[in-house]
Nanobody, 120 residues
Framework: QVHLVGSGGGLVQAGGSLRLSCAAS????????MGWYRQTPGKQRELVAA???????NYADSVKGRFTITRDNAKNTVWLQMNSLKPEDTAVYHC??????????????WGQGTQVTVSS
């Protein structure tokens, strides 16, 4: 089994910062990519930021220049530093990882979600 545990959400005023973390553990052979998605009621889950093994990153246009994703491959951990937060960043943030497990199966795994609330 593979587990993702995310943390770091909370309530912050507009302009503030939060740092999310997510760690993958369990029957892991290789983590291909890790990232964060977010979802608000009535809307589809959207990609916020992702990072692959080589360090390449991808960001939603709405967060470029404000959010930074980093990763420790040895620890299968990813962090999302969120600066200059805006009320529209309010959402439940879900950690995602694409993982080859020990049975050589490639799957997407999701963390439990963490609430980020930005007050105006």
């Amino acid at each position: 089994q593979v587990h993702l545990v995310g943390s770091g959400g909370g309530l912050v005023q507009a302009g503030g910062s939060l740092r999310l973390s997510c760690a993958a553990s369990g029957s892991i052979r290789s983590v291909i990519a890790m990232g964060w998605y977010r979802q608000t009621p009535g809307k589809q889950r959207e990609l916020v930021a992702a990072i692959i093994n080589s360090g390449g990153t991808n960001y939603a246009d709405s967060v470029k220049g404000r959010f930074t994703i980093t990763r420790d491959n040895a620890k299968n951990t990813v962090w999302l530093q969120m600066n200059s937060l805006k009320p529209e960043d309010t959402a439940v943030y879900h950690c995602n990882a694409r993982i080859w497990d020990m049975n050589m199966l490639l799957n997407d795994y999701w963390g439990q979600g963490t609430q980020v609330t930005v007050s105006s």
